[in-house]
């Protein structure tokens, strides 16, 4: 009996262990927002709307006001190009991983027996055969209501549209002209009509057949597409048509919406202005909805003449950038579109919405204030995020720095850098791009040693640079080493420099060396997009797979993915409060709570660069001591005469901050000191007032 019940307490006591363990580990959760998506094809149902987007299918049943997604049961798609209600009451998706199908009024999607990949679009003729297209894939066809598909016609052709009218002719829209057949797909013609892109059809309730293209204009036919004619809309890039029962024609363009109630003849201007609308749809009501590439969806009701926003839902963005204020506003690049939050994710609002041109980078300046590049501007915030003030037009950013000396160091989509040390006022031109690299990342060291990560477009796919002199002259130190695209840079407390590369993983050195050392262990996927440090020195590395951590200076590497979406990580950051979030692409915006520094006690004794620095009165020190000793924390002048005492006591294992209200201190350079024991460290800080 004792034995039992030993090995009944052994077990308890495991049991323990594991629940544990288990609820130690970082669980993320996809925050409520930003909504935004950008969506590929919209259509009506019985007034369900169903939405096309990147990475996932949404649903409405509210006429856009509350969309919700779907499920879909692979989870490798990046792209759902359309949506076709097939026989038996069977919806269809063409998307880049072959065809799903819903039999549940679009609430769940399962593959199909599709082994051709990015499929544009899908039709039924009257028999209930099923035919589908897309990137040099022919005409494909079913005829078991698309359980299983076969080539039938076009080998090679390029199917962007297909579209079946009242006779079962049959078009396809291609990227070089019309190919048409009246017999079923027997034969076929092609009309050469112009050396264009060609993308949508939409029948008239005439009875003429209208056609788009990206990059012609739009045309329409009145003899079954025997013959076509150009119309006078000159928009380019137009990517969809819609015709409504009482004759209206409406076109979808990078430059708005268009609209004609004389069958093409004439068209109006009727708004979304540079919102590259990709898709149009109108409800039982009446309303019409426009969907955008990266702007979510916009609803024109009945007798209105002002859009209104209706994205409520869409969560599956990517966020191409994060950073995250002192005091914990965040400020996401999402689809081109910069939003703010300031409750941690819950809620969100539109920051700064450009006329045109994406997120290229944000960062902290050395006050607090947000930087970033949105199309060709360079942008400054003082009020977290409230309102934006223009500083420079440098060409779309990627990258953004500053240095210990309150420097600024940017680089544009073309590789060059620029410098201003009057707080983005003037600028300097420190590195010219030969048209063969583009600059990914820029990293400032405590030393203000400057370092770009360098993809090149050549025999050599990757670079890291380093300048000592404020960008005066820029050495490589990755040529020969690395030999792969630089995808991110990042600095670690200990001196430690980690660069994340396209297909090798990880490489560290210090800013002295030029010689790197791979750091992958444990690493599964080497496509490193993101890396970020938090202040205790863990490492976070977002990859084309997930995230990977780790405690002991890239040694060693262990996902963190649960409840993570499985796709690449674009963005990563920190809050004050320990949160990290991740920018997953075509999923949206995740958070994991408290996992800075997660539980391990530090086994070191470290003191983190103060943060920010330089500051304005007010600034964070953070410390790691390794076992229970009495600890001082102290700043000196430039003299080394004792300015201030913050810490003098005993103190536990862990990790501690502090904030030093230097309000009643003036202007200069500061040292702080840490000790413990026997051992000392001691870093600069400059107060800027």
Known sequence: MKSVHTMQQAALLWFVFLS??????????????????????????????LAATDGEIYYSTNDGALWHPALLHRDDVSIVSKIHLGPSGRFYAGTDRGILISSDYGATWFPTGNPWHDIRAVATNSNGKMFAGGWMT??????????????????GVY????????????????RSGIHRSSDGGASWSFDEIGDFSFRDFALT??????????????????????????LNLRARHIEALLSTSSGEIYAAADTGVYYSADDGTSWTFIGLANKNVHALATTLSGDLLAGTLGKGVFRLPVEATVWEPCSTGFVNTTASSLTITPTGTLIAGVNGTLFRSTDNGETWTISYDPMWGGVGATALDHLGNVLAGVGADFLRST????????????????????????????????????????????WTKVRTGDG??????????????????????????????????????????????????????????????????????????????????????????HHVREIVISRGGRIYAGTAFGIYSSSDQGSSWTSMNDGLALSFVSSLAISPTGDIFAGVQNHGLF??????????????????QNYPNPFNTTTTIEFAVPFPAFTTLKIFNVLGEEVRVLQSEY????????????????????????????????KRMMLVK
Request: aromatic fraction near 10%; glycine fraction near 10%; charge should be negative.
């Open 159 to 174: 199917c962007q549209q297909i579209l079946i009218d009242q006779w079962d002719n049959i078009f396809v829209a291609s």
């Open 591 to 608: 958070r994991a709570r408290g996992l800075i520094d997660e539980q391990n006690l530090p086994d070191e004794l470290w003191l983190a």
């Open 205 to 230: 309730s005439s009875g003429l057949m209208v056609l788009c293209s990206w990059d012609g204009g739009i045309f329409r036919s009145s003899d079954r597409g025997l013959s076509w004619e150009s």
């Open 138 to 155: 022919g005409l494909l066809t079913s005829l078991d209501s698309g359980m299983t598909w076969s080539p039938f016609a076009l080998p």
């Open 651 to 682: 103190m536990t294992q862990g990790v501690h901050r502090i904030v030093w209200d230097a309000k009643d201190i003036s202007s200069g350079i500061y040292f702080y000191q840490l000790l413990t024991g026997n051992r000392a460290l001691t």
């Open 436 to 525: 063969e690299d583009y600059v990914t990342s820029i990293l400032a060291t405590q030393s203000d040693n400057i370092f770009l990560g360098i993809l090149r477009y050549g025999p050599s796919d990757g670079d890291i640079l380093r300048s000592t002199n404020n960008g005066a002259s820029w050495i490589s130190v990755g040529r020969g080493q690395i030999d792969d695209a630089v995808l991110s840079l990042a600095f670690h407390p200990s001196g430690k420099i980690f660069a994340g590369t396209f297909t090798k993983g990880i490489f560290v050195s210090d800013e002295s060396r030029t010689s790197w050392d791979r750091a992958n262990t444990g690493m599964e996927n």
């Open 20 to 49: 544990s363990a288990i609820a130690q580990q970082p669980v993320w959760q996809r925050t409520p927002g930003p909504y935004a998506a950008s969506i590929r094809s919209l259509t009506v149902i019985e007034g369900l709307v």
């Open 383 to 426: 009020d977290d995020g409230i309102s934006w003030h223009r500083i420079a037009g440098l060409g779309s950013l990627a990258a953004i720095a500053i240095t210990g000396q309150s420097t600024l160091f940017t680089a544009n989509a073309g590789g060059d850098v620029y410098r201003s040390t009057t707080n983005g006022q003037n």
